[in-house]
């Protein structure tokens, strides 16, 4: 499939102009929302939201609403995507106004990680008391058991380990485990969890869901529990998950289902507020997974949050036998 002369040049007209070439190098970097384009870009909303709307139209980003926010990335694929990609290759990033932008959104970065550091610093020793105000953790605990298996899992790896639940649950079942977070006060916890729990061969490290250092498909099973909702680029955290999936190893998401519960980006530091099946269906077969599977947990209540568990499963390459 290709594009016709006249896409062509929409696609191009969209992306030569120097505001909206800048945006499309922002957003090659992560999923950005607006007031965020403004911080960065220093310019207006109004402005800035005539050049998403155009590069929109054009094809070469998405919009997509997340309760009062709106959210703008690249788009996933095809001819647009691989000519807004072939442009930003051809350009100076060291272009000091390009420069400039990283900086900025270098700063914004900065400031989501200090001031999540500080919520999760501030509410690290209640923790699972917080959790346990949105849905039932024995609910989700035994969901999560049933998506696992039985076991036994060679080597289990829990991203953003928080204070433990994850290993403590699903620990007694692996033969070595590695929980990861970067947050010092949540490791502290969950070092006690694991040593009160008798999990010997459990290895709590400092570590940064978007770059783990992990060998990839070195476990076969991998866990996300309750943390994208906080990422800037959730979709990279789930490349970075399903890299360390071994052949016939499992990845195990827990998150929120889409909501409009606008407190929790106020007061808990949730930057989305829950995921799309199909959303998250694409970036687990977009990382190398199948097998996608998704079960929900409706609240207790009414008015709440649905959890939502996604499964998915590296498939094990057939081999040809040679005639």
Request: with cysteine.
């Amino acid at each position: 499939m290709s594009l016709s002369a006249i896409q062509a040049v929409e696609v191009l007209r969209a992306a030569g102009e120097p505001t909206r070439l800048r945006i499309l190098a922002l957003l090659s970097h992560e999923e950005l929302a607006v007031l965020e384009l403004c911080k960065v870009l220093d310019q207006s909303q109004p402005r800035v939201s005539r050049h998403l709307k155009l590069l929109a139209e054009a094809g070469l980003v998405e919009r997509f609403p997340d309760g009062a926010w709106v959210f703008y990335r690249l788009v996933a694929g095809g001819l647009a995507r691989r000519l807004a990609d072939e442009t930003l290759a051809v350009v100076d990033l060291a272009d000091p106004i390009l420069a400039r932008d990283a900086e900025r959104l270098q700063a914004v970065r900065a400031e989501r990680s200090t001031e999540a550091g500080e919520y999760f610093a501030r509410n690290a020793a209640r923790w699972d008391e917080i959790r346990s105000l949105y849905v039932s953790e024995t609910d989700v605990e035994a969901a999560v058991l049933e998506a696992a298996g039985p076991g036994p899992f060679k080597r289990l790896v829990d991203l953003g380990s928080g204070t433990g639940r994850m290993l403590t649950l699903l620990g007694p079942h692996a033969q070595a485990a590695v929980g990861l977070d970067l947050s010092q006060q949540m490791l502290n916890i969950a070092r006690r969890h694991v040593a009160d729990a008798g999990l010997e061969r459990c290895e709590l490290r400092h570590g940064d869901i978007f770059g783990t250092r992990l060998p990839g498909q070195s476990a076969d099973l991998v866990v996300v529990h309750q943390v994208l909702h906080y990422l800037g680029d959730p979709a990279a955290a789930v490349r970075e998950a399903a890299r360390l999936v071994a052949e016939d190893g499992r990845l195990i998401i827990v998150d929120f289902a889409p909501h409009s519960l606008e407190f929790l980006r106020e007061q808990h530091q949730h930057r989305r507020l829950g995921f799309a099946e199909a959303e998250m269906e694409r970036w687990l077969n977009e990382a190398g997974l199948t097998k996608v599977r998704a079960a929900a947990l409706p609240p207790a209540r009414g008015e709440g949050l649905t959890v939502k568990i996604w499964t998915a499963e590296r498939v094990r390459k057939a081999v040809r036998s040679a005639a």
